[in-house]
């Protein structure tokens, strides 16, 4: 969601699923903090509020599942696996969900590949 509303590499691929598909494109709540604060260091309260704005006029559609069963398996993720806490919940989302994963994450996510958990793409 970053580098789609930062235009940085791979923003496109995110405008194209976003556009394109056929099904709603979900963010966690905790990933959406998350956006929330890398615009509000970058440029304030309002910067972060545009962030979030422009992502729901795109179609991203908020959850903000938090019941134990899905707050337990991020914890499960992020405990197995050597990623953020954030990752996590969007990884337990996606599962619950059956929905796959974007990310620029190579770092994070490419040991997750093979392991199924979830589908994931990479923008770049």
């Known amino acids: 969601m970053i580098a789609y509303l930062s235009g940085e590499i791979g923003w496109e691929f995110v405008s194209q699923i976003l556009v394109q598909n056929p099904s709603a494109c979900y963010a966690h709540a905790i990933n ?13 309260i309002q ?13 991203v559609i908020p959850r ?8 337990k398996e991020a914890a499960s993720i ?36 093979p392991l199924n958990i979830v589908p994931i793409a990479f923008i770049r």
């Open 32 to 44: 959406l903090a998350e956006v929330y604060y890398v615009f509000m260091r970058r440029g304030g």
């Open 47 to 59: 910067a972060a509020e545009n962030a979030i704005e422009d992502l729901r006029d795109a179609g």
């Open 64 to 71: 903000e599942d938090f019941d134990a069963e899905l707050w």
């Open 78 to 113: 992020k405990a197995t696996y050597p990623l953020a806490l954030p990752d996590g919940f969007c990884i337990a989302l996606a599962k619950r969900i059956g929905g796959t994963v974007l990310t620029t994450d190579h770092r994070e996510m490419d040991t997750l590949v």
